[in-house]
């Protein structure tokens, strides 16, 4: 099998996000850079879909996006991956989810890949939009949000189990298929020392337009409908108020607050 | 703290700092009290690779070298010290004096098991009799045709307790103080071998020392590291990258005290602000992230000289002495930003306060140190 994983390079979850200058895009002045946490479930199911089989299955990791891409390619790499493929050029800058989504799809058509894997959404913008737009252009069948995978023997068929309001539900698809992956598919495993070193001495492939069947006009900001126009920081949290008294007291207190301040009853 | 580090140094250091914060942190106080050996948490860490990162590929390690490790070291130290001198002990103590000294059929046997964890190991220099005077050692080995008969006690020995192989310096020659020292590599499962009293000590409570008793035990000649009479410059050299991890350390240990210290004065409010808003805590604060930058850029200027292969007997002494220093200092200040909190074992703080303790001690007390580096300034005294 060709099993592609779709990772991402992302703002830690505990950094704190600063609006650039612009108003239209976020500072990445300090911030630390992560590898999509949902992407390390994909990276990871790849890994034991290649081991479970062991056959001569190929995992390649692809990320498109600054040069910091790099370092979440390499990650991938040292869990186990075995090619890795930076997508990368000027004109793919201010691309929104549908124009990224067309370049990866490019990108990954001539992989010919029997099963795609990605997050169920990137911590950044959490659009969710990105892979099922690449399953879209590929015209393959699709399962999100998945918390169990099972490949069938003859390598032909994936089982997914969805999370949907209110319970679960069995997909079954033929593959070639894509999947993106939830927290619970598995526990990721560390990047090992030896992996690191050996992640080293792999080359990453670079891929820009030039090397795609993509004109600029359908690519990057050219090629996006949509457009961020603002960002808007949280309001403030008003301060805590804490009620004093013994219980009865207390909840007094409360229905009047909630009642009188808060107008919610 | 801002320093260029590679991608594959960043990629270990980030590797490092995970496992911790996921793995070793949530569980190191429950350790640390109720006195348990993470055995399981060494065996993960030597599946990953952290106990064979001075091991050459070849047997078996993944020879990422000391500036890799004191990077680990440091992030595995900030969630728990004990599992930290455990990790240093194998790499520096251990497995590098046999990649040092070692014969090829030495390396080939003991190597790949130690670097993989399927083996622990202990460094056994100390005695009752001798610690700073680590040449005044006594216990002995006496040839007796191809192989020594080895006679008694080591001291306060880490992982001694879990040790699969002790490197153990012994006295061969009662004649001369240095020269009559040498090294073997020994087993714990053979003849003769028995862990003795269990130490129970201020902090690094889920690490063991021990005493080690050795009688009548029988050692082949084979297991001679480097040769007859080199054992106290092979166990002064090894402390010489000892102490780069211990240094290592007391960073992590001071790092763990600034960032609990920086949350608690930013959520704990007296006087109607936080904290961290009077100037008294914020020098505190100040002072502690200073010398921890400091300590950090001496320990990775004695791993990137060592890994060079240039002297480094005064900027690993250097680095450890400081470094200890700032410890201690940041885990006193971290304390008294706590409060009465910090006093209680309900706060890792706590802690961080009694291990920080033993960096100013092991692998050569501050003293030691002062000594060491006094001796590679004052060139010209008689
Ligand atoms: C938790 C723990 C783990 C340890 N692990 C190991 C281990 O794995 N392997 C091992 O071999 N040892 C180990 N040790 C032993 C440790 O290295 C020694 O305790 C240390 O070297 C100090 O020796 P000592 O305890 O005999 O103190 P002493 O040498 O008796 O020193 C007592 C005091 O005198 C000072 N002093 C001594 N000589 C001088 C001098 N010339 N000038 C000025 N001051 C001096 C010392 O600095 C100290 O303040 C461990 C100790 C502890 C507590």
């Excluded at chain 2, 569980?27 to 050996?37: I, L, P, T």
């Excluded at chain 2, 070291?73 to 599992?83: F, G, H, I, K």
């Excluded at chain 2, 902090?203 to 009548?216: C, K, N």
Aim: aromatic content about 6%.
């Amino acid at each position: 099998m060709k099993i592609v994983v779709l990772v991402k390079s992302v703002p830690d979850t505990e950094s704190k996000i600063k609006i650039g200058a612009d108003g239209t895009s976020i500072d990445p002045q300090g911030l630390k850079f992560i590898m999509n946490p949902y992407d390390e479930f994909a990276v990871e199911e790849g890994l034991r879909i290649k081991e479970r089989l062991k056959d001569d299955t190929t995992v390649v990791a692809v990320s498109m996006g600054p040069e910091r891409a790099v370092e979440v390619l390499r990650t991938a790499l040292a869990m186990g991956a075995d090619d890795a493929i930076h997508v990368s050029d000027p004109a793919f800058e201010g691309g929104d989810a549908q124009a990224n989504a067309r370049v990866l799809a490019e990108v990954i058509r001539p992989l010919s890949p029997d099963l795609i894997l990605g997050g169920k959404q990137a911590i950044d913008y959490d659009a969710a939009q990105v892979c099922p737009a690449i399953a879209e252009y590929l015209g393959m069948p699709q399962a999100l949000i998945v918390s169990e995978l099972k490949i069938s023997d003859d390598k032909k068929v994936a089982t997914a189990r969805r999370r949907v309001e209110g319970g679960d539900e069995m997909v079954e698809m033929t593959l070639p298929a894509l999947v993106t992956c939830e927290k619970g598919l598995n526990e990721p495993r560390y990047a090992s020392l030896p992996g690191i070193m050996k992640a080293k001495k792999k080359e990453i492939k670079k891929v820009g337009l030039a090397d795609l069947p993509l004109k600029a006009e359908s690519v990057g900001a050219a090629g996006s409908k949509t457009k961020v126009v603002k960002y808007h920081n949280l309001p403030e949290r008003p301060p805590v108020k804490m009620i004093a008294g013994d219980a009865a007291a207390q909840a007094a207190e409360l229905v009047r607050l909630l009642r009188e301040e808060a107008k919610v009853i | 703290m801002q320093f260029p580090l590679t991608e594959e140094q960043r990629l270990i250091q980030t590797t490092a700092r995970e496992f911790a914060d996921n793995e070793i942190a949530p569980v190191a106080d429950k350790h640390n009290r109720e006195g348990v050996f993470p055995a399981d948490l060494v065996k993960r860490m030597g599946q990953l690779g952290f106990l064979g990162m001075l091991v050459p590929e070849t047997y078996g390690g993944n020879g990422i070298g000391n500036f890799g490790l004191v990077l680990a070291l440091e992030e595995v130290n900030r969630a728990c010290a004990s599992t930290g001198v455990t990790m240093s002990v194998q790499n520096s103590l251990v497995c590098a004096p046999i990649v040092h000294f070692g014969s090829a059929a030495l390396k080939k046997k003991y190597l790949p098991k130690l670097a993989s964890g399927e083996f622990l190991g202990a460094y056994a220099l100390s005695e009752p009799g001798s610690g700073s005077d680590a040449a005044g050692l006594v216990a002995s080995a006496v040839k007796d045709g191809d192989s020594f008969v080895l006679n008694g006690t080591k001291n306060f020995i880490t992982t001694g307790a879990e040790a699969d192989v002790v490197i153990a310096m012994l006295r061969t020659d009662p004649s001369h103080k240095t020269r009559g020292i040498t090294a073997f590599i020994v087993e714990s499962g053979w003849e003769g071998f028995a862990v003795g009293k269990k130490e129970d000590k201020l902090g690094l409570r889920s690490s063991s020392t021990v005493q080690l008793v050795f009688e009548d035990m029988r050692v082949p000649a084979a297991n001679i590291l480097g040769e007859v009479g080199i054992g106290f410059k092979i166990a002064m050299h090894t402390l010489d990258g000892g102490r780069i991890g211990i240094a290592a350390q007391a960073v992590g240990i001071a790092q763990a005290c600034l960032d609990a210290s920086v949350k608690y004065a930013e959520e704990r409010e007296a006087f109607d602000q936080q904290i961290g808003k009077f100037q008294a805590i914020q020098f505190k604060l100040a002072n502690m992230a200073t010398k921890i930058e400091a300590s950090r850029l001496l320990v990775y200027n004695a791993a990137r000289l060592k890994d060079a292969g240039q002297p480094h007997g005064k900027e690993a002494a250097m680095a450890k002495l400081f470094a200890s220093e700032a410890s201690n200092d940041a885990a006193r200040e971290a304390v008294q930003i706590h409060g009465g909190a910090g006093y209680l074992e309900d706060f890792s703080v706590e802690r961080y306060f009694r291990d920080a303790r033993i960096t100013e001690i092991y692998e050569g007390t501050s003293e030691i140190q002062r000594i060491v580096i006094a001796r590679h300034v004052l060139k010209n005294l008689r």
